[in-house]
């Protein structure tokens, strides 16, 4: 179980750590509200993920492959969610009021996971690697598999708010913060046409 968790961590190491759609929205929620305001999105996120990668590891992804749709539509549907909370980023960064912008919600977790398609692939590649090396049988290797994956993710994700909230700490003026809004505004604008682009 060691060599599979080291692997995994290695594998999942550039996918995790690096800015994506998932640790650009938590690090832009925990610089605008505060690494506690972020929890109940995180919970809302990492339970959606537990979910979804063990539905793909126990055969999701085979009836994926029966409506290749599926995806793009999850590409366009998430990539106008992103862009959506980026633009009340940037209202709030206009209008300067918490009455626009208000901390992400457990709901607002799960929905950002189930409209990432590239979540899907990650999930779906790092099964075709590693559940043959696994020395348990299926059913527990996909669970110790997901399990290391979700905490994975919520470690590199706790990392995103936390950098997200101490940044914060130096724009406390109403002008500064209203520029760390539309900055945050704006790179999760970026990550919401690479993921319709891509």
């Known amino acids: ?98 009455s626009v912008a208000k901390p992400a919600t457990f709901v607002d977790g799960v929905v950002l996971l189930i409209l990432n398609p590239k979540a899907y692939v990650i999930i779906a590649l790092m099964f075709t690697q590693f559940l043959d090396q696994s020395e348990f049988g299926a059913h527990i290797a996909v669970v110790l598999i997901t399990t290391i994956f979700t905490f994975n993710n919520l470690v590199a994700f706790s990392i995103w708010t936390l950098i997200g909230d101490k940044i914060a700490g130096y724009f406390r003026t109403p002008e500064s913060a209203q520029k760390l809004n539309i900055l945050f505004g704006g790179i999760l604008a970026l990550v919401g046409v690479w993921m319709l682009l891509s």
């Open 1 to 98: 179980m060691l060599q599979l968790t080291i692997a995994l961590i290695v594998f999942l190491f550039p996918l995790a750590y690096s800015p994506g759609p998932g640790n650009m929205f938590f690090a832009a929620n925990g610089a605008r509200f505060g690494f506690r305001s972020t929890i109940p999105a995180t919970f809302g996120y990492h339970i959606a993920t537990w979910i979804v990668t063990a539905a793909i590891g126990f055969g999701f992804t085979a009836a994926l492959d029966k409506f290749p749709n599926v995806f793009f539509i999850l590409r366009i549907a998430g990539s106008l969610y992103v862009l959506w909370i980026a633009w009340n980023l940037f209202r709030a960064g206009a209008l300067e009021g918490d």
